[in-house]
Nanobody, 126 residues
Framework: QVQLVESGGGLVQAGGSLRLSCAAS????????MGWFRQAPGKERELLAA????????HTADSVKGRFTISRDNAKNTVSLQMNSLQPDDTAVYYC???????????????????WGQGTQVTVSS
């Protein structure tokens, strides 16, 4: 099964940027569509962005559209999330997730993803 490790989290001031990366190991990376999620204390885990197996289809949640961008590098088995104009409300633990896919689309439901990383903390100070 695929194993996922996130990196790139940290402390940033409001208005700043961070780039999260997720490294995948295990089976064929292109068998999986990928997603980035976050979970703040007391809140449900929410999808931020998803990308198809070959990267041709993406979906970005309305809450972060225009600020966050998902991408993947299948040669390096990585998926990234570029986050700009960060605000204190973006403070959360950020997770990448993988879905074994037999289609060319994306999944927006948390339950569609079977494999999860351990998460990386992002804290945005005001």
């Amino acid at each position: 099964q695929v194993q996922l490790v996130e990196s790139g989290g940290g402390l940033v001031q409001a208005g700043g940027s961070l780039r999260l990366s997720c490294a995948a190991s295990g089976p064929i990376f292109t068998d999986y569509s990928m997603g980035w999620f976050r979970q703040a204390p007391g809140k449900e885990r929410e999808l931020l962005a998803a990308i198809s197996r070959l990267g041709g289809v993406t979906h970005t949640a309305d809450s972060v559209k225009g600020r966050f961008t998902i991408s993947r590098d299948n040669a390096k088995n990585t998926v990234s999330l570029q986050m700009n104009s960060l605000q204190p409300d973006d403070t959360a633990v950020y997770y990448c997730a993988a879905r074994l896919a037999f289609d060319t689309g994306v999944a927006i439901s948390t339950t569609a993803y079977s494999y999860w990383g351990q998460g990386t903390q992002v804290t945005v100070s005001s």
